[in-house]
């Protein structure tokens, strides 16, 4: 199968990159208006693209529209599960019809290399924007290989970030690692 693969960022590229190009023709695409802001953006993107052009991988990176992604999450901003799957919903939308413009049979992500994920909320978008779009939803999980893409992406010395995109990702993984480290202060005092 001809399968258009959705890329969240470089690190998560590699194992899931690797188990379907095994197996079918892939292409990725780069589709996240969700990152806040442009130059995490364009910082993870550049870690990507590095690593593909050294494996000579084609690489589609589709429109960077933020006000696009702000509209899709409105008023679930502080509803993590909805606003996470109204997030998978527009980037795997955008990929499902791409893919579909390009002659692609499927759409696979690399979002389920994560294990701050929601696999069934990914599964579900999926396959909603696959269905409107006529190509199949791979469904894959590939969390048992986090592990081997943390230490290949470390090894690479790729960039590796620390908030899953979002703005308000952003300010809830500063919150949780101030907590940590109060705790950690808290047990020491
Ligand atoms: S936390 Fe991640 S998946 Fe959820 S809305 Fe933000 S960027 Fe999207």
């Known amino acids: 199968m001809k399968v258009m693969l959705h890329a969240c960022c470089g690190p998560c590229l590699l194992e899931p990159f690797d188990a379907l190009a095994s197996e079918h ?3 990725v695409a780069y589709a996240n208006p969700n990152i806040h802001p442009r130059s995490e953006y364009e910082r993870r993107r550049d870690a990507l693209l590095e690593w593909t052009r050294s ?3 084609e690489v589609d990176e589709l429109a960077y529209e933020p006000r696009e992604w702000d509209g899709a999450v409105a008023g679930l901003e502080q509803t993590t599960g909805e606003r996470c799957y109204a997030c998978y919903l527009l980037r795997l939308g955008m990929v499902a ?3 579909a413009e390009s002659g692609f049979d499927a759409v696979a992500t690399t979002l389920t290399v994560s294990p701050w994920q929601d696999p069934d ?4 978008a999926g396959v909603e924007a696959c269905a409107e779009h006529g190509v199949v939803f791979l469904v894959t999980d590939f969390r048992d290989r986090y592990g081997e893409a943390t230490r290949r992406s470390r090894e690479l010395g790729m960039y590796r970030q620390n908030y899953c995109g979002c703005r308000y990702s952003d300010a809830e993984a500063t919150e949780q690692r101030e907590q940590r480290r109060a705790q950690r202060a808290s047990r020491r005092a």
């Open 25 to 27: 023709e892939v292409r």
């Open 121 to 124: 909320g990914i599964r579900e």
């Open 97 to 99: 019809k791409h893919a």
């Open 55 to 57: 494996q000579g991988v």
